[in-house]
């Protein structure tokens, strides 16, 4: 079955830097887009950014754009987020999602960015 895990969020202080990591399991990984969401308390959940199968397309937020990078590494099943420059507005809960068939979610990582 499709499994997705993330990790690596945490507190981080305004305007410093944090990687997370989405470790994909139960489908062809390089056949498919990903995609980072993120949800803030209150607020709707928020796609932040997206790579297709070859990381050729690309897509970010404005509120992102310039300050996260995307990645992935097909032969590890793995996709990333590194985030710098963050921001109080920035602290959400962060989840990675693929469309196999359905979407499929993981359980999410807090990053929290506070003083």
């Known amino acids: 079955q499709v499994q997705l895990v993330e990790s690596g969020g945490g507190l981080v202080q305004p305007g410093g830097s944090l990687r997370i990591s989405c470790v994909a399991s139960?489908?062809?990984?390089?056949?498919?887009?990903m995609y980072w969401y993120r949800q803030a308390p209150g607020k709707e959940r928020e796609l932040v950014a997206s790579?297709?199968?070859?990381?050729?397309?690309?897509y970010y937020a404005d509120s992102v754009k310039g300050r996260f990078t995307i990645s992935r590494d097909n032969a590890k099943n793995m996709a990333y987020l590194q985030m710098n420059s963050l921001k109080p507005e920035d602290t959400a809960v962060y989840y990675c999602?693929?469309?196999?068939?359905?979407?499929?979610w993981g359980q999410g990582t807090q990053v929290t960015v506070s003083s």
């Open positions: 790579m297709s199968p070859s990381g050729y397309n690309i």
């Open positions: 999602k693929a469309e196999v068939g359905a979407d499929y």
């Open positions: 139960g489908f062809t990984f390089n056949y498919y887009s």
